[in-house]
């Protein structure tokens, strides 16, 4: 007799190799989509800046940074989804401190730190303009 078809070590071969690539492939997944959350927060950071140099510019804002509120009330801004900006002005208008973080992503942040806004708040070492980031530490 001539029976074709697969023996059943055959096919425990084969769902063991498929096993070993879920599990060398799942974990790649994972860290890409922390880098998307990490560059979705850098991005938006980016816009931010040019925004504000935007607002800044416009002698109709006194040469004044805005707000987080202002920008969004005039739409030149809105964040991705899942990511928070918060922004502080300083006290003579001539600088801010913007901070990012996304939901996804566990106490870490970026901050970019222009004029004489606040001293950055991830990397005090940081230029002005310059987003720091607190994963830019661990790799």
């Known amino acids: 007799m001539n029976k074709k078809g697969f023996t059943l070590i055959e096919l425990l071969i084969v769902v063991v190799i498929i096993g070993i690539l879920a599990a060398i492939a799942i974990p790649r997944f994972g860290a890409t989509r922390e880098r998307a959350f990490q560059s979705a927060v850098v991005s938006d950071l980016r816009n931010l800046q040019t925004v504000q140099e935007q607002w800044y510019a416009d002698p109709a804002n006194n040469y004044e940074y805005a707000t987080l509120g202002d920008l969004e009330g005039a739409n030149l801004f809105r964040a991705s989804q899942g990511v928070d900006v918060t922004i502080t002005v300083s006290d003579s208008d001539q600088g801010f401190l913007a901070v990012g ?28 303009g310059e987003i720091a980031c607190t994963w830019q530490d661990s790799d």
């Open 101 to 128: 973080t996304h939901t996804a992503l566990d106490e870490e942040s970026c901050a970019v730190t222009v004029g004489d806004g606040a001293e950055n708040s991830v990397d005090d070492e940081a230029s002005a």
